[in-house]
Structures are given as structure tokens and as C-alpha cells.
């Protein structure tokens, strides 16, 4: 195909939602599945650089420091791209941003807002390169989101943020193609002309501050009479929220690693438990490990003594005597804990959580227990809260190198989990959640 395409990718602001580890970088370069969300951004483009003779990336950032960091990494990648840079250094919006951008958008563009990674068919931009696309996917509750409303043949009359009335499930992933991209800025034009933020149709536009890009789609489709389609994508995955980046992990993992599992496995030796999916990057040292589902490792990492699930680890990281989940662990971390207790940890990078128990008194959990042959052989009664609670149920058991596991009901229907610590001869106790 003899075009060129310019892919722009927003990715200025303060990276608020993936706090505390956008403190020292932006949220484009944080890890995810053994690399950056920028990566995965990229690899999603890949198919497009078949498609058009040359592509150029316009990236928008906030400062001059992401722009350096962003820069410095895309130079170690393997493959060059045509990469440009420009600064929102006030926060006004995506159509504010897109505007930025002017002066590279010629001719074929897409727009992409680069936290959103999603199944993107991108063979049908060739079908008809004059006919605009908006991906998008059908949820469950269009009230929140952004939602094509569409004709029979598929085609997008408007687009409304979070309807109140039902126009449709078809919800924005937030990824656009246009046959023209100066066509586009002149509908930005128009839409800061007349001052709608948001939504023409409401009357409390004007208290909105930033400026959403809907309304500007809008003018195109309703006053340039642009043809837009809309591609369905089987589902979106947000990589800009620390309370959904780890499902998005377990995409990644499956969707770029599945093929991958048994090397990871056959890695390391029989101390090492690994349940798929998991990345597992190069000079990783797992001893006496516990490792997955739904876990990355990135390079140059050291574990011992530990169960790591549904957790991110950055690299340089030292873990050691400790159950982690729901975690998420950036560059040069050090986490140690001689009380191996299970936590739920948020730390940025060059962070450490050193928790020595040696040499203090310690008021262990009382759990009584049935033993025969071996001690813990199945808990009858446990101290939690002040009071004596009765197990009235098993639920599951299991063994790890570290010790005995039980999922436990009382009697007022309440779940606990009791684990028995062999090496330091002690229980713990916490409330059972059956969240992922």
C-alpha cells in the first residue's frame, strides 16, 4: 500500500491512578507482563507497519524528563520507529492534546489513548481507507462509558459519554482511524469555537474543564457527512490503574506468553512451583518458590522462601520469607519479612519493606488442631477479634514447602484462611476474600 499513517498516543498527565509508582516516571513505561506498557502498545501496532509504506508515532507527553525517559527506552528496543514529541503541559483534555499534534497529522491517522490495550483486526483500515473506524466493545453497563450509538448497517451516528438513556452497549476502547487527520483538527477547531467540553446536549457542559474528542467526532459525522464504521474487538484491558493492571497482566501473560509456560517451568528445579500463566525474565533466582497463577518476574530478580501470586515484579527485585498478592513491585525493590505473612503491597521503585521480627516478642495466633501422626492436621478452633470461633467446616486444605494451608467456615458462616508455618512454628490468620 503506497500511504503513510501517523499513530498519535497520548500519554501526558500525572499518572494519578497507577500512583505510587508514577511518582518517578510516566505510566507508559511502568511493567506489566515482564515489560513496559509502551511495549505492548507498540507490539500492538506492529501489524499496521505491513499495511502502509511508512508509519510515524506522535507521542504526546507532559515535560521534557518523560520525554528523555520515554526516548532513552525506545532506543533499546530492537527495531527503530519514526518517533516525534510534543507537550500538553496543561491538562485540558484530549481534544487540547490532539490539537498539539497539527502539524504531523496528514493524510491517514490513527488515535490512540495508550493506557488501553485491546485485540485490535487492523487489516480492515485496507478495506477502505475512506471510511473513518471507532473499536469498540460491548459492555454490560453503557451508562459509564463512552457509546456509539449505530445504524443497521453498522454504522456510527453519534457518539454520547455515559447515556443516561439507552442508545446502544457498543462502548469506545479508545482507539480511532481517520482517512484524514487535518480534516479531524478542523472539527477540533469547530468544537472549541462553540465551547463544548464534553456533550453539546447537556446544559452543564460549560462547568466541564477538560475537552473530550466526541464532540468533535460528532461534528465530523453529522456536518462532513464522514462514514465511520464500527470494528468490535473482543474486549479492553486498562493498563493506567493499579486496581485493574493486574488482570491486564493475566491478558498479556496468556495473549503474548501461553506458548511459553513449559520453558518457564522447565527453567528450575523441583523447589520451584510454577502455575501458568506466569513471565519469568533472564538472571531470575527462584529458590524454594511458590510462583503464580497470573505472575511476572522481570530480569535480574532474586526470590526465596515465597508464594507470589497475582502480583507484577519489577527488576533488580530481593524478595525473601514472604506471601504476596494483589501486588505490585517496581525496580530495585527489596521486601523481607522473617514472619512470612501474606501481604498486599503497592511499592514504587528503589522501595524497600524490611520487616524483622528477631529478637522481639512476638503474640502468635492460637489455633487449636487435631494432629495424629503429624502436627495441624486439621484445626478445630482458632482465637480471632477477642473470641473463640469454632471451625464448623473444611473447605480446602493444601501443602506447601513453607507449610499447611486450610480454608475454614465457623459458625456464623464467616471464611478464614489458617496457615501453619513450619520453620517458625506459628499460625496465621486472616479473613478469607474470594477476590482475585
Not at 442508545?167 to 480534516?183: K, L
Not at 490503574?241 to 528445579?269: A, H, M
Not at 503474640?363 to 503429624?374: G, L, Y
Request: glycine residues 6%.
Amino acid at each position: 500500500m503506497n500511504q503513510k499513517l501517523v499513530i498519535t498516543l497520548p500519554m501526558a498527565g500525572f499518572g494519578t491512578r497507577m500512583r505510587p509508582h508514577t511518582w518517578n516516571k510516566p505510566k507508559s513505561l511502568c511493567r506489566v507482563a515482564g515489560m513496559t506498557t509502551l511495549d505492548y502498545v507498540l507490539r500492538q501496532f506492529e501489524p499496521v507497519h505491513h499495511l502502509f509504506d511508512h508509519v510515524k508515532y506522535v507521542f504526546i507527553v507532559s515535560n521534557q524528563t518523560h520525554h528523555n525517559q520515554i526516548h532513552s527506552h525506545i532506543q533499546k528496543l530492537p527495531r527503530e520507529y519514526d518517533i516525534n514529541y510534543v507537550y500538553q503541559t496543561i491538562m485540558d483534555g484530549q481534544s487540547r492534546a490532539i490539537k498539539l499534534t497539527e502539524d504531523y497529522l496528514k493524510g491517514p491517522t490513527i488515535i490512540a489513548f495508550a493506557d488501553t490495550l485491546i485485540d485490535i483486526d487492523f487489516n480492515i483500515i485496507s478495506e477502505d481507507l475512506k471510511t473513518a473506524i471507532a473499536w469498540g466493545v460491548r459492555v454490560n453497563e453503557p451508562e459509564h462509558y463512552g457509546i456509539a450509538q449505530v445504524d443497521e448497517e453498522n454504522s456510527v451516528i453519534r457518539i454520547k459519554e455515559k447515556p443516561q438513556e439507552y442508545i446502544g452497549n457498543m462502548a469506545m476502547a479508545g482507539t480511532y482511524y481517520f482517512p484524514d487527520g487535518e480534516q479531524f483538527i478542523t472539527s477540533i477547531n469547530r468544537q472549541f469555537e462553540r465551547g463544548i467540553h464534553k456533550d453539546a446536549e447537556d446544559p452543564k457542559d460549560h462547568l466541564t474543564k477538560e475537552f473530550y474528542i466526541a464532540p468533535a467526532i460528532n461534528i465530523l459525522l453529522k456536518e462532513n457527512a464522514l462514514p465511520m464504521k464500527i470494528a468490535e474487538a473482543p474486549g479492553m484491558h486498562d493498563a493506567g490503574r493499579t486496581d485493574s493492571i493486574i488482570e491486564t497482566n493475566e491478558y498479556l501473560l496468556k495473549k503474548y506468553w501461553g506458548n511459553s509456560q513449559e520453558t518457564f517451568i522447565q527453567r528450575f528445579g523441583k523447589d520451584v512451583i510454577i502455575e501458568p500463566p506466569v513471565f519469568i525474565g533472564e538472571d531470575v533466582s527462584l529458590k524454594n518458590v511458590i510462583l503464580g497463577p497470573n505472575v511476572s518476574v522481570s530480569n535480574h530478580t532474586a526470590i526465596e522462601n515465597a508464594e507470589i501470586s497475582h502480583s507484577i515484579i519489577g527488576e533488580h527485585v530481593n524478595i525473601s520469607r514472604l506471601r504476596l498478592k494483589n501486588s505490585i513491585l517496581g525496580d530495585h525493590v527489596t521486601v523481607h519479612d522473617t514472619k512470612n505473612s501474606l501481604k498486599q503491597l503497592q511499592l514504587s521503585d528503589h522501595s524497600q519493606s524490611i520487616v524483622d521480627h528477631a529478637g522481639k516478642e512476638i503474640i502468635k495466633a492460637k489455633v487449636e488442631c487435631h494432629s495424629s501422626a503429624t502436627y495441624a492436621e486439621r484445626p478445630v478452633a482458632f482465637h480471632w477479634g477477642g473470641e473463640q470461633l469454632e471451625v464448623n467446616a473444611i473447605l480446602s486444605r493444601w501443602r506447601t514447602q513453607l507449610g499447611r494451608g486450610f480454608r475454614v467456615r465457623v459458625e456464623d458462616l464467616r471464611q478464614f484462611v489458617l496457615f501453619y508455618d513450619e520453620g517458625l512454628d506459628e499460625w496465621q490468620i486472616e479473613m478469607y476474600s474470594d477476590k482475585g
